[in-house]
């Protein structure tokens, strides 16, 4: 009887086959194939659905800012209905106002109830549709009738305008049944409709056509080729028509969206493959003559591999921090060495996550290390329960934790892992039995692909926590390859930065503010360069960030004000003497203790007026740490200096501080001012701002004005202040006097004064 062969002796008698090199290289092209083709279709899947959501954006984004020029028809319309005796003259006061806010009518008119047009804004231009019978067709008639006896809002659809062009017009009746006196109508052009709510948003990237029934009833074509084969359609939802957007993207939009990934999928997997059968041909000529060799030193391999085991379990029990009961560095360390190396037999991917609490040095501080050192318990407790054969946590010191997943199999084992960390901290953590909500940071590496060793690993994962961090809080980024020069730079700025101050390389650029009452310019903010030596000129949003992290920005912050109150000093006795200057602090800034006394110091220094001094704080710094900040404002409200809030509206929702703290001047962020001219919730929010800070007595300055539109509209609604490149971008000391004196008004706006 033939004995059956173990199933390992013949995987291996059928691995030492000449053939075997070839399959796997075989196989390796069939999977590179099948990668690509499917890396092909998911891009074109996920083309399709941005294009989807590009559409659903554009089409929803026209219907709101079409049924806002409604709404505003229908208003006018209940205004005739309660005023039906109105006399034109205020109809078309009326009418003329609408057409200044919505610069997308061609015209607006009252029909009588016969359809005939009586009234109409502006007659220039619209002349030809005077007297005109709307109900030109027995369809127009039966669905103006029928809006008329239902008080209903009926739209005409495309249609040819009477002014010329193409056009559509919305029929807004005045009252219904016996009671209805007509329709306000609302007659837009195509091409300008199209020009103030479609082009914006489209950018050039697709062409559009507009659907009646199905049929194109105005089409906007791209400024390049568009690829036919992606397209899509969505439904827009208005009354009383059938419209549909259809949306076709451009060569150039869809090519970026596409990668070289599946190319070089392709290429990699193909490489792979070679290598691969190379190194199986090299394999079985070495199995040929180690077979035994291999087995026995396989044999002493476990015999090590659980020794180790053995030794790491006995050396974990004195490798705990004492603090959290977790790993310290040092065991941490060496475990992940070791999870390294066994990761290397079996080929598999270990993830490493550094983490780092937000906020945590500033809770620290202001609350007492009793309670760091309890907040970091509580902390290690929930992360301790992440825990298992596969899943290490140690604490690294500080406010820093790491967690090592031994065995990842996918990307997508990390994510999950990071969602369970996100998770240990949903819950507030109660101490000294008041809740605190606190967040992490955290930065991932994963080997063999982010690291070669545990000390690369670690090093990547701190990258990339630091560059998680520039993002924001409560959030994580993986290593990529361009993170570490990122970070070398980052690092010789940081050793530069050590040394900017004491060879007085900082210097102050001045804004002005133009006060829009008097025309003239009462004060200017203070904006802080670096001149260095080699790279020039260094923005603040590359070094600030790191003074910060360093603990160098309230160092930096003195200088300002230092540089500031000899800046008002050296300008006593000129045309600038009575100039107030604004300086911006930190939050850190604001929690040292001794502000209020350096800042009477310097006054005292370089005999200048508290008042000349203006503190710009923002919202965040505001509301971190409240009494102790409202302690440290009223102090520096007691010298004379004035308080200021800077981007105010970005962040956060709550008005509470303006009643609590003492402040003199609101800036309002540059995001709302951009299109007040234009957007209209853009202009309500940046009105009510106004109004809010005049009835609470406080002044408002406007950000980032760039245009005569924007400055025209913070003067119609009382602004106090404006500040941006359409009056003077920021200039060193020297120049300031020539540019205050030039006049900070654009020519149109000094002619008109």
Known sequence: MRLKRPLSVVLVHHFMRPVFPAIILLTFLGIATALKLGLDSEEDAQIRQTLASETESLARRTEQDFLNHVIALRRMASRLEQQPDMPRETWSQDARNYLEDFQTFQAIEWIDRNFVIQWMEPLEGNTEAQGFNVAFSEERLEELTRAQQQGSLDISGVISLTQGGSGLVVYAPVGAGADNNGFIAGVFRMERLADTLIIPHIRGNFSLELLEEGDVAFSLPAQAATQNRFSHTTAANLPSVQWAVRVKPTQEWVERYRSNWPWATFLSMLALGLLVSLTTLLVQLVLKRNQDLLRTRRDLEEEIDQRIAIQHDLERLASTDTLTGLANRRFFMEDLEHTLLQADRHMRQVGLIMMDLDRFQMLNDSLGHHFGDELLAMVSGRLD???????????????????CQQHVDDIDDVIHLLGQIKGCFAEPFEIHNEKHHVTATMGVAVYPQSGVDADILLRNADIALYRAKEQGRNTYQFYTEGMQEREVRRLELDNDLSEALARNQFELYFQPQLDLATSQSSSVEALIRWNHPERGLVP????IPLAEESGRITEIGRWVIRAACQQIRQWQGTALENLRIAVNISGRELGEADLPEYLAQ??????VRPQQLEIELTEESFIENVKHNHEQMRR????????????????????GYLRDFTVDLLKIDRSFITDVARRHDDAIITRAVINLAHNLGIRVVAEGVETEEQLEFLKQHRCDMAQGYLMSRPVPAGKLPDVIAGGLLPVSQQQHH
Not at 540 to 543: G, N
Not at 602 to 607: G, H, R, V
């Open 540 to 543: 603040p949003v590359e070094f």
């Open 636 to 655: 520096i409200s007691q010298l004379g200096v004035h308080l200021a809030i800077d981007d105010f509206g970005v962040g956060y929702s709550s008005l």
């Open 602 to 607: 310097c006054f005292d220094e370089y005999q």
């Open 385 to 403: 329960q992440l825990s298992d054969e596969r899943i290490m946590v140690g604490y690294s010191g500080g406010d820093e934790f790491m967690v």
